[in-house]
């Protein structure tokens, strides 16, 4: 724990050191590199830019990801591990090839660099994880409960939200957290399709770096951190960070 953890440390103390450059441990104590970041507006708009994005990816990704799993682990058809592997592609290709067909695709139909473009490349980069997420809980429910369910007079649209849902709820949340964090972090699928007035926060410290070495990008860094940890705890709220993280039937047990 201390190995994973010890490199968060490190990025929160230096966004409070006093110096120019990046140091560790820290020399002196100050907020100035926070206020730096909250004066410059880029900051804040690839702040924005970013939040949007990952909170639109994520929505969608499980509006589809939820209704492909489900019929994927109900359903048997021709083509259904064809689609699954389709579906699920995106997690072993490499994200810069995704970025440069996103690019390509959107050139085409000429909304290359705009929100959408990045829209469209974030649902398919992060809709895997709700799917794998999901099917993971759909492997420990049981059919016959939603059976059960219509033969007494429930349509499918009402076995789902009332017998369904609720039994993989925990798997639908983890997969909602992967897709926002590898959403918010993505930066190959990003870099193809940003301009200088559109940018995600990953994508704008990966230009800053270019030109700067300070406790700047430390400061963004930690800032980053601090939203992730807020996202945790609200989970841990929600349903409890065991629930969430644990996916398998065989763990349920």
Do not use: C
Request: cysteine-free.
């Amino acid at each position: 724990m201390l190995y994973l953890a010890f490199p968060l440390l490190v990025v929160i103390a230096i966004s409070f050191t006093a110096t120019e450059y990046l140091r560790f441990p820290p020399q002196g104590l100050t907020l100035r590199w926070y206020w730096q970041v909250l004066g410059d507006p880029t900051f804040i708009e690839a702040f924005i830019v970013s939040g949007e994005l990952a909170a639109a990816a994520t929505a969608t990704a499980l509006l589809l990801g939820v209704p492909a799993a489900l019929v994927f682990a109900r359903k048997r058809f021709a083509l259904s591990r064809v689609l699954s592997a389709l579906f699920l592609s995106p997690l072993v290709l490499p994200t810069i090839v995704l970025g440069v067909a996103i690019l390509q695709y959107a050139s085409a139909l000429g909304f290359a660099r705009s929100f959408w473009a990045l829209f469209v490349g974030h649902v398919v980069l992060v809709t895997p994880y709700v799917i794998r997420t999901s099917l993971a809980s759909l492997s420990g429910v049981e059919p016959a409960h939603e059976e059960a369910a219509q033969d007494l007079g429930a349509t499918p649209l009402q076995t789902f939200f009332l017998i369904t849902l609720p039994q993989i709820k925990a798997g639908v949340i983890a997969g909602a957290l992967f897709a926002f964090i590898n959403s918010w972090i993505n930066v190959e699928v990003s870099i193809f399709n940003s301009t200088a007035q559109l940018v995600t926060i990953p994508v704008k410290l990966f230009n800053y770096i270019q030109f700067n070495i300070d406790p700047t990008l430390a400061a963004v860094s930690a800032a980053t951190i601090y939203i992730a940890i807020l996202v945790v705890v609200a989970i841990d709220l929600a349903v409890g960070i065991e629930r969430a993280a644990v996916t398998s039937p065989e763990t349920r047990r």
